[in-house]
């Protein structure tokens, strides 16, 4: 059973660091696209970043190419998602997603499996 479980989300100052993880369960990394997004209350759920499967490509939201990152341990089977110079507009949940083979940013519906998401505040 695909699962994925985040947590480490916090409150982190503006221009901070944080990084956090996606435990992943019942499939292998290596066979799935990957994602992040996040969503604010009372607004769609948005792509952040995105991993294809066939060559590893990442797909960035403009706004966060060069200040966010994304990283994996296939041996424990997680992702990262590393936040550098956060912003008070990335303040949301932010959940990581599976999929065989969706691989696009802007339709995150596409994407078939989800986690619960963790809350990630950012604060002057």
């Known amino acids: 059973q695909v699962q994925l479980v985040e947590s480490g989300g916090d409150s982190v100052q503006l221009g901070g660091f944080l990084r956090f993880p996606c435990l992943t369960f019942?499939?292998?990394?290596?066979?799935?696209?990957i994602g992040w997004f996040r969503q604010v209350p009372g607004k769609v759920r948005e792509g952040v970043l995105l991993?294809?499967?066939?060559?590893?490509?990442?797909y960035y939201k403009p706004s966060v190419k060069g200040r966010f990152t994304m990283s994996k341990d296939n041996a424990k089977n997680s992702v990262y998602l590393q936040m550098d110079n956060p912003q008070p507009e990335d303040t949301a949940v932010y959940y990581c997603?599976?999929?065989?083979?969706?691989?696009?940013?802007?339709?995150?519906?596409?994407?078939?499996?989800w986690g619960k998401g963790t809350l990630v505040t950012v604060s002057s």
């Open positions: 991993r294809t499967v066939v060559d590893g490509t990442i």
């Open positions: 997603a599976a999929d065989t083979s969706w691989s696009n940013l802007e339709w995150p519906d596409g994407m078939d499996y």
């Open positions: 019942g499939f292998t990394l290596v066979d799935y696209v």
